[in-house]
């Protein structure tokens, strides 16, 4: 998976790869995972946020612009003051809504009266931050052979492994995500999410020679995670 990122004018390419074919010993358990049914001959390209050049960030007219050109497309997971788990990249929702404050303090239904599109341009207003759910639903009705969503998990509570992995199982859709975000730093994370589904695709981020070895290993991820190559 290349993961494209265009941020103050300069792109940053990321490669995330399955590792799982690279090592024989795990190479039966990657095989019934969810990242071995892509053909891993050519890239699968990621929009980051969703096409966020044409459609405001992390808004479901950004996914759906993704899906419409078959791409995957890479989604910030965080919860709200009561627990809903929504899209949405800053801690606070002053830059992409007309409201204001920390997502985490505020409940899902304040967050649903904010506008989440028109600071983007006036044709995407009463877009709303979406729902983890709503995102999967609109996923499952348009997949496509190339479509890999790519699941960013900011801080959240424990417990948001098994409501994850429902919803994946729910919308047929285990096998077309990546867990990364904290998931490729924490290795507690990942266990977490092996222990919900075993079928759930988690990276883990190698920063160094040294930890290839232990990426490669590692029983609970199937992908590795290049910052910067």
Sequence with gaps: MFYITNNHRCVLLTLVVPIKPMYRLAQTR??????????????????HR??????????????????????????DVRETADNEL??????TL?????????L??????????FDAGAWFDPAFAGQRVPTLDDTLSLASERKNDQTLIALDFKPTREGVEHRVCEMLERYELIDRVIGFGII??????????????????????????????DGLTDPDSDWLYLREI
């Design 30 to 47: 990657f095989h019934s995972s969810g990242a071995s049914r892509h053909n891993m001959t050519t890239p699968i390209i990621i929009a």
């Design 50 to 75: 969703g096409l966020n050049a044409h459609a405001p960030e992390n808004t479901l007219a950004a996914y759906a612009a993704a899906l419409d050109l078959r791409l995957g497309f890479e989604v």
């Design 86 to 91: 929504v899209l949405l990249h800053d801690t």
């Design 94 to 102: 002053d830059r992409t809504t007309d409201g204001s404050g920390e």
């Design 104 to 113: 985490n303090a505020t409940p899902f239904d304040e967050l649903r009266r």
């Design 184 to 213: 490729y730093t924490e290795a507690s994370m990942r266990r977490r999410f092996k222990v919900a589904n075993p079928s759930f695709p988690t990276a883990r981020w190698i920063r160094a020679d040294n930890e290839w070895r």
